[in-house]
């Protein structure tokens, strides 16, 4: 089955390190969302791309965070410097044009001390 | 703010029963609705979906309905299985802003013996 890889799967660090957290699409989908899920905000869309191209990162936090994806296998989402609120599981998911049934990784849980 | 809201944070159903799970939006722009189900330590997978022309979709013991005047979206699960306890997610999206879902936070289903 293709799947969406993410790394790590865990993630502790202290605050104001940076982190970045990796995302394998599945191969041929060319577009990829970054989401965060929170107990309190559920899956919030942090960023979203097609074809590479950033078509909307407005749900992130833009002095700290950043989105990119460098070639096709790969997108990564940074936070620079890290905070607590951050911690969270941060899930990737990619899928086709016109597609809404998208496939997720099993995410990223970042905990920040 | 949400959109899409699940008001119902837990579920508890005996094997065998219907589960009905809910779910309510704001935006009477969006045009597709979808269920997804998370397991522990997992990302969310696709279950089922529904376009705004159409009130109701089945898929096995999955049955999807929209009710577009209420702004309203309901998921039946029968008969409920233990292995349908999750979390499921109701998420609605619009095709004009690139195919991205808004998430609501989610039932966790609990399906007992």
């Known amino acids: 089955d293709a799947r969406v890889t993410q790394t790590p799967r865990h993630k502790v660090t202290e605050m104001g390190q940076e982190v970045t957290m990796r995302c394998q699409p599945i191969?041929?989908?060319?577009?990829v969302f970054w989401y965060r899920q929170t107990m309190m905000q559920g899956l919030e869309l942090l960023a979203y791309?097609?074809?590479?191209?950033?078509?909307?990162d407005s749900g992130m936090p833009k002095d700290r965070f950043s989105a990119e994806m460098p070639d096709a296998t790969l997108a990564t989402l940074k936070i620079q410097p890290s905070e607590p609120r951050d911690s969270a599981v941060y899930f990737c998911?990619?899928?086709?044009?016109?597609?809404?049934?998208?496939?997720f990784g099993s995410g990223t849980r970042l905990t920040v001390v | 703010d949400q959109q899409v809201k699940q008001n119902s944070p837990s579920l508890s159903v005996q094997e065998g029963r219907i589960s009905i799970l809910n779910c309510d939006y704001t935006?009477?722009?969006?045009?597709?609705f979808l269920w997804y189900k998370k397991y522990p330590a997992e990302g969310p997978t696709f279950l089922i979906s529904?376009?705004?022309?159409?009130d109701k979709n089945e898929d096995g013991r999955f049955t999807v309905f929209l009710n577009k005047s209420a702004k309203h979206l309901s998921l039946h699960i029968v008969p409920s299985q233990p292995g349908d306890s999750a979390v499921y997610f109701c998420?609605?999206?619009?095709?004009?802003?690139?195919?991205?879902?808004?998430f609501g936070k989610g039932t966790s289903l609990l399906v007992t013996p």
């Open positions: 191969l041929g989908h060319n577009t």
């Open positions: 791309f097609r074809n590479r191209a950033p078509l909307d």
């Open positions: 935006n009477s722009m969006f045009d597709y």
């Open positions: 998911a990619s899928g086709l044009p016109r597609d809404y049934g998208y496939t």
């Open positions: 998420a609605a999206g619009l095709g004009n802003s690139g195919y991205a879902l808004n």
């Open positions: 529904i376009s705004s022309i159409k």
